[in-house]
């Protein structure tokens, strides 16, 4: 992993990102954020940290390639996921929005078969990469992110 692959960047307005927040795993996980903040908030809590600790939260895993390929083959099972945001209170709603910002590192264990080509991909990697060998594949990143607004009722009225 010391080599210096060309980091991919799925930015917030890309098809990667609109895949990503249109998928049931991540609706699942940030359903579960939104939750947990809606029931600090109803603490008093004014800052909020998510209980993982390093601001990590659970691991997605795309792993129906089927359905979703392009997240199967990019992320699969991700490394990490760094969620922020803010909000405020407007009438009866918090309302705001949280970033994740989504990274896998990407490359070819020793274990990766996929679908019958990883064995040779991993050879390719690490004989002609794997930082060993200028010019050569190496590890690369790809993150991703992903902005979803959220709107959280105080209970103390009617929400819009």
């Known amino acids: 992993m010391g080599g210096t692959g060309n980091e991919v ?6 098809n990667t990102a609109t895949e990503i927040q249109a998928s049931p795993e991540f609706t699942a996980e ?3 954020i939104i939750a947990y903040i809606g029931e600090q908030l109803a603490t008093g809590a004014t800052t909020i940290h998510l209980p993982a600790g390093s601001n990590n939260v659970h691991a997605l895993a795309f ?3 089927a359905a979703e ?3 199967y083959f990019a992320f699969r099972r991700t490394n990490e996921i760094y969620v922020s945001g803010s909000g405020s209170l407007v009438g009866f709603n ?3 929005s ?3 910002t989504i990274r ?3 490359g070819f264990n020793k274990d990766d078969v996929l679908f019958g080509i990883g064995t040779d991909m991993r050879y390719l990697q690490t004989t002609c990469g794997a930082p060993y060998y200028p010019g050569g594949a190496h590890w690369f990143t790809v ?4 902005t979803v607004p959220f709107s959280i009722p105080t209970g103390g009225g009617s929400s819009g």
């Open 9 to 14: 960047d799925h930015s917030d307005a890309s």
């Open 63 to 65: 792993l129906n390639w």
């Open 104 to 106: 896998e590192s990407y």
């Open 94 to 96: 918090y309302v705001g």
């Open 30 to 32: 940030n359903n579960a």
């Open 98 to 100: 949280l970033t994740y």
């Open 143 to 146: 993150p991703a992110t992903v």
């Open 69 to 71: 390929q392009d997240l």
